[in-house]
Each structure stands twice: as structure tokens, then as C-alpha cells.
């Protein structure tokens, strides 16, 4: 039997843009599958081949009539535009013949060849948007949960990919595109550049180049792309590019470079890399707790962000003259190469450790900080969270501060949790609370440590179910510890200490935590490092968990 299947990607239309094994596959073929107006494209290369084609949703009566035209001892070309393995048949294919029971040893050979999908094609005509991470997204939930389709996108938005959109819009289905516009521009600036492509290099080729706020005034349809770009994607004289991140290394415009290339490979070049020189932060907040510490402690951590700044900002002091924007009508966005970056500041925001009440014109001033760029959520820890554009920081928390907000750091940080006192009237142990936040809250740590404090055995803020639980009762402390708040496998901490004198609490505290934070595992949580390490201060191990067994679940399942 000579029968093969060759699932053949003849790329963007125009011959010129397909691969040699594809032209040669279509013309060793005897019988080419494919959509009508696919065939129509590539008729130059046919000789008298069978020609099998269908309307555009009858891919499986394809794909079957390929396999059996194979299976027959034919050789069968079954075709796709763009890449047969992205959104193509060639996945199609191999199910089909799944579902046949075959198997790559005794069933028709198969060979998927690959082509040049619209992401790239699209791409080289509106410059080099994709020099970065990407994702392709379909919009079209004829075969995918609009559901699913809208979390793809809310990740794609968060996570900063660049982002081709293919099938954006048919007749019919004219929201789906107007809905991602919409999710986007909650992550993504106004001003973002977005490239509409149709019919790349075929006759109707058209190219507009517009922002992510403008893009629903121009014509989108079934064979256009829509390539999104990412936060450092700027236009230049009519192109978009994506930069690939050489700026924060080089000047591009000087012969004679401050750094070698071998010196990528050294950790002290790229101190914001995995394995830079001294221990990463995991803290994601631009707030340090410097003036907190006691002297001779070690410098505050950094997040990527700040260590990637401050190595630019060194080697922009040596340069001669620095780096400048270059000449002509470039609409930087977020200044990617003028050394004002913005990042998403993320924070948790609230009235005050033990104060549950905004006023007024806090929440006024947080909606005008946070602005139509930035969002708010609210958590299940009584704060609301913020992500705000911003290329200051800084400037950001000031602002916040001065009406009385308490700003946080959010990550893999100590955070505060207090009751609110009875609304301030059992305030005796407040202080306690206050001195433990300023000691230690934001302190990066392996994994986010939730200390529960709690003004009295009421205990009604749950400070028992957190990974440190402090309960004031009597004039004194009681203290949980290892305690796990969610899960099907959730438990208590271990009651491990009873009546702690007030002057002895927060020393306690203190010196716990830093055992944790300096012996703790990467991404270990509490529970799991005080059961590894079976003592802390004494206090011995205890398992706390449910005496029946259940399987931990991660989410989703
Ligand atoms: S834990 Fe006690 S002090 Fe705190 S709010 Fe509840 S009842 Fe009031």
C-alpha cells in the first residue's frame, strides 16, 4: 500500500511565501482535500489531481475522505492556509485516524508540513511586533466556550504577551471582538498599538495601523488578524515594533559597547536573571521597610523590576550622553528606550491594621490614582487590591499615604491581619498588633505568611485558621501556629503556647518569622515547613490535620 497523507500549510496565499516541500507535496500528490476557496489558491501548482473540496465548517468530512482516499493507496494533500498544525487540519487528521485505531508503525504514513501562519505573515508587514513573548488567540467559539476563550485572553492581557487574534469577527459574530477590546484595555494602556491585518499578501492586502482604543473604528472581518502588542511595543514612521529588551544592555546607537557579549553570560550583568548575584526578591511591592530595620541588617529586598532598573541606571551612568529616543514621529508607549518604564504597581490598600472604615475622600482619592488604566479588587482579607500603570511608584503610594491609607506590599510577604477591636473599644492589644506590623509586615518571605491577630478569645477574625495566630485574652497572648485556611484539607493552627507575657509577644514573633524566612524552602508555606522542620522556639510538631484522609485538590479540579 502506497497511500500517505501529507497535511500541507501553504502559508499566507501568495506562492512566493510557500515553503518548497509544500509546492512539492501538492505536486507529487494524486488527490488534494482541501476548502474551496484554499484550492482556488493554490490551482497554479495542481497537474490533473482528484480534487476533493467542501464548505469552511465541514472539516471532519475532510479529514475522513483523506483518510480513506489513503487508506485506498493514495497519496492525499489536505490543505491549510497559514501553518496546518495552528488552527489547521493537521490536529484533525491525526484524530480521525485515532479514531481508526491508528498507529504510526502499521497505519498510512503521515507528514505534517509546515507554513508560515498570519501571526508572522501578518507581523512582517506592520514591522516586528512579535519580537517578544506571543500568544495566538481564536476568537471564534464555534468549536471553544466564548467562557474559555475570554479567560485566555484576561491571561494573555495580564501576563504581558503580545497577542494575534485570529478569526476576530464574521457575520455573525460581531461581540466577541468588542468583549476582548474591552478586557484588554483593563491591562493594557489606551495607547497600546495594534496592527489590523487583511488578506496578508493576498490581492485585497490591507494594513492599518491604529491603538487598542481605536481599533473597533476600522474594518475587522474573518480574514483579518489583529495583532495586540505587549506593554513596551511602540510605533515608529509608520511600523510596530516590539523591543526585544537589547536597550537595557546596550546603547544602540554606539559602536563600542559598555558591556561584552560574553558578559551576558555573567550573573553580575543581569542581576534581575534567576541566578543574579545576591537572593532575588519575592516580594512584589516598591515599599521597603529600610527605615524600619535595625542597623547592620541587610539592604531591603527588590523586585525584578527594581533590580533590572537600578542595573540599568549604573550603566547608564557610565555611558557617555546615555541613551535618546530616536529622531522622527516615534509615540513611544511607556517609554520603552527613555528610561521611563512603567510597571503595574500592585498593592493591598486599606483604612488602616486595625480601622475597617474608608472615609470618603479616600476612596475618592484611590479612584482618581487608580484611574480608567488601573483596577480594584476587593479580597477575602479585607483590603482591596490594586494594579495601577504607573512609572512612579512611589509618587502612587505617597498619594495614598497622605489621606491615611495603609499601602501594602502583595506576594510572598508577611501581612498583618487584625480584627477590628470591636470597632476600636478592645484596644488594649492594639499596639502589640502595630509594633508587629512596622517590625514586620512586607518582609519577603518563601511563601505569602498570614499572622492573625485578634483583640480577644472571641478569636471571630479567624486568627486560629492563619499561619501564625495571635489571640490577646486575659491581659495576655495565646498562639497557634501552622495553621491552613483553605483547601478541603483545611485545619487550625497548633495551639502551642498559652498566656505569653506582653513584653515576650512580638521578640517571639519576630524570631520566628526570620527562622522562616531565612530557612524556609522556596514556595514552602508554613505549615509545611514548621511539620519539616518538626520545632520552632521550641514549640515541637504536632499534626493538626483532619483525622479522616482527603485528597488535596488543586483548584479547578
Ligand atoms: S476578636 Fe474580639 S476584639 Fe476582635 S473584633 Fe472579634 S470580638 Fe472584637
Known amino acids: 500500500m502506497s497511500g500517505k497523507i501529507m497535511v500541507v500549510g501553504f502559508g499566507p496565499g501568495d506562492v512566493k511565501h510557500m515553503t518548497y516541500r ?41 479529514a475522513q475522505a483523506a483518510v480513506k482516499k489513503a487508506e485506498e493507496g493514495k497519496k492525499v494533500a489536505v490543505i491549510s492556509s497559514g501553518d496546518a498544525g495552528l488552527y489547521g487540519m493537521a490536529g484533525l487528521v491525526y484524530e480521525v485516524l485515532i479514531a481508526k485505531g491508528w498507529r504510526e508503525e502499521t497505519g498510512v504514513p503521515v507528514e505534517i508540513i509546515p507554513g508560515i501562519s498570519a501571526i508572522n505573515s501578518c507581523a512582517s508587514l506592520l514591522g516586528a511586533p512579535v519580537m517578544h513573548d506571543a500568544c495566538t488567540i481564536s476568537l471564534s467559539d464555534h468549536l471553544t466556550p466564548w467562557e474559555l476563550i475570554k479567560k485566555r485572553i484576561e491571561a494573555a492581557a495580564r501576563a504581558d504577551f503580545v497577542i494575534a487574534l485570529y478569526n476576530p469577527k464574521s457575520g455573525r459574530r460581531t461581540r466577541q471582538i468588542v468583549e476582548a477590546q474591552q478586557i484588554l484595555l483593563a491591562h493594557r494602556p489606551p495607547d497600546t498599538p495594534v496592527g489590523l491585518v487583511k488578506s496578508a499578501y493576498r490581492q485585497r492586502q490591507h494594513v492599518v495601523l491604529t491603538t487598542l482604543k481605536e481599533m473597533l473604528e476600522y474594518e475587522i472581518g474573518m480574514l483579518t488578524t489583529v495583532i495586540i502588542g505587549n506593554s513596551t511595543t511602540f510605533v515608529y514612521d ?17 559602536e563600542k559597547q559598555l558591556l561584552a557579549p560574553h558578559e551576558r553570560l555573567r550573573p553580575e550583568a543581569e542581576p534581575w536573571a534567576l541566578n543574579g548575584p545576591e537572593k532575588p526578591a519575592q516580594a512584589k511591592a516598591p515599599e521597603t521597610k529600610s527605615a524600619e530595620k535595625k542597623a547592620g541588617e541587610q539592604a531591603p529586598d527588590k523586585t525584578p523590576y527594581q533590580w533590572a532598573m537600578e542595573a540599568w541606571q549604573r550603566l547608564e551612568a557610565q555611558r557617555e550622553g546615555g541613551v535618546t529616543a530616536p529622531e522622527g514621529n516615534a509615540t513611544f508607549n511607556q517609554g520603552a528606550l527613555n528610561g521611563q518604564m512603567e510597571e503595574i504597581f500592585e498593592a493591598a490598600v486599606s483604612p488602616g491594621l486595625a480601622n475597617k472604615q474608608f472615609k470618603p475622600e479616600q476612596l475618592q482619592k484611590l479612584a482618581e490614582v487608580v484611574g480608567d488604566k488601573g483596577s480594584i479588587r476587593y479580597s ?37 491581619k487584625a480584627c477590628d477591636f470591636c470597632d476600636g473599644e478592645k484596644f488594649d492589644s492594639i499596639p502589640y498588633a502595630e509594633e508587629l506590623h512596622k517590625r514586620l509586615g512586607g518582609l519577603a518571605v518563601p511563601k505569602t505568611l498570614k499572622i492573625g491577630f485578634n483583640g480577644c478569645g472571641m478569636a471571630c477574625y479567624g486568627a486560629v485558621n492563619d499561619d501564625i495566630g495571635i489571640v490577646y485574652r486575659k491581659g495576655r497572648f495565646d498562639l497557634f501556629l501552622g495553621g491552613k485556611n483553605i483547601s478541603r484539607t483545611a485545619h487550625p493552627g497548633q495551639p502551642v503556647a498559652e498566656g505569653i507575657p506582653p513584653e515576650e509577644l512580638v521578640d517571639l514573633i519576630e524570631r520566628i518569622v526570620r527562622f522562616y524566612a531565612e530557612e524556609g524552602h522556596p514556595n514552602e508555606r508554613f505549615h509545611k515547613f514548621f511539620k519539616r522542620v518538626k520545632e520552632i522556639e521550641g514549640f515541637k510538631y504536632q499534626d493538626m490535620r483532619p483525622p479522616i484522609t482527603v485528597e488535596p485538590m488543586v483548584c479547578g479540579d
Open 380 to 416: 477575602r482579607h479585607h483590603q482591596l487590591l490594586v494594579e495601577i500603570p504607573t512609572s512612579d511608584p512611589e509618587q502612587v503610594v505617597n498619594q495614598l499615604k497622605n489621606v491615611g491609607l495603609l499601602v501594602e506590599p502583595v506576594g510572598d510577604v508577611v501581612q498583618i
Open 238 to 254: 509608520g511600523k510596530m515594533i516590539t523591543p526585544r529588551g537589547y536597550q537595557r544592555k546596550y546603547t544602540l546607537d554606539r
Open 22 to 62: 509544500a509546492k512539492e507535496a501538492l505536486e507529487e500528490s494524486d488527490v488534494i482535500v482541501g476548502y474551496k476557496t484554499y484550492v482556488d489558491l493554490i490551482r497554479p501548482f495542481l497537474n490533473g489531481q482528484e480534487i476533493i473540496s467542501t464548505g469552511m465548517t465541514e472539516e471532519v468530512s475532510r
